[in-house]
């Protein structure tokens, strides 16, 4: 079965540091995206890579980049990070065997900032 | 710009009944897919049911089954014989057929709890 992994599963970070979250998938995927979710308002995309160095924003790109320099790897950058960034941060991959194939979840890493 | 509606931030239902989900959404297209996903306390979401616009027969998983309603732009799920484990939050979610490019844009969830 795929395993997408995400590195940490809780995080605390202060104000102004920079912060990576790392994401691997293990399926040859090549779509990843890159979600956060705040109560009430449901999953949000920050960016998604359709390919090895290609990238795309999504709806909340602001105060965050990505990187994938390996297919099986996609990483999330706050460059310098601030309290509204407090939230979970959602990892996925799908690839494209079919047009309405199903996305394949991380467990998350919640990360606060103080 | 699609947009996806769950109307009822949470529900409950007690152990062995049947409890019905709301979706809504909001799209020009003709072509297009749904989903339901369960993320249980794990965090794990779950693919729980999918279905293509084209398909006029509601897809059917097991004691989950959907009413969808193109017309109405409506996608409830319907979770018959509830268990303890089907206590989660359900999202749903659009997205536009075709192209690699094309995301997926959900709702803001439905907290489920089961009584037992």
């Known amino acids: 079965d795929v395993k997408v992994t995400q590195s940490s599963r809780y995080l605390v970070k202060r104000t102004g540091e920079k912060v990576f979250l790392e994401c691997v998938q293990d399926m040859d995927h090549e779509n990843m995206f890159w979600y956060r979710q705040d109560p009430g308002l449901g999953l949000r995309l920050i960016y998604f890579s359709y390919d090895v160095k290609m990238k795309e924003k999504g709806d909340i790109p602001e105060g965050y980049s990505v990187s994938r320099e390996k297919k099986e790897r996609f990483s999330l950058i706050l460059e310098s990070a601030s309290t509204n960034q407090t939230s979970m941060y959602l990892c996925?991959?799908?690839?494209?065997?079919?047009?309405?194939?199903?996305?394949?979840f991380g467990s998350g890493t919640q990360l606060s900032v103080l | 710009a699609q947009t996806v509606t769950q109307s009822q931030p949470e529900m409950s239902v007690q152990e062995a009944e049947t409890v019905t989900l709301s979706c809504t959404y909001d799209t020009s297209e003709s072509d297009y897919y749904l989903f339901w996903y369960k993320q249980p306390p794990s965090r794990q979401m779950i693919l729980v049911i999918r279905q293509e616009a084209y398909k006029q027969q509601n897809a059917t998983e097991n004691r989950f089954s959907v009413n969808f309603q193109k017309a109405a732009k409506s996608f409830s799920l319907k979770i018959s014989d509830s268990q303890l484990g089907d206590a989660a939050m359900y999202f749903c979610?659009?997205?536009?057929?075709?192209?690699?490019?094309?995301?997926?844009?959900f709702g803001t969830g439905t907290l489920l709890a089961v009584q037992p």
């Open positions: 996925a991959s799908r690839g494209e065997t079919a047009a309405n194939e199903k996305l394949f």
């Open positions: 979610a659009y997205r536009r057929y075709g192209g690699a490019t094309n995301k997926l844009i």
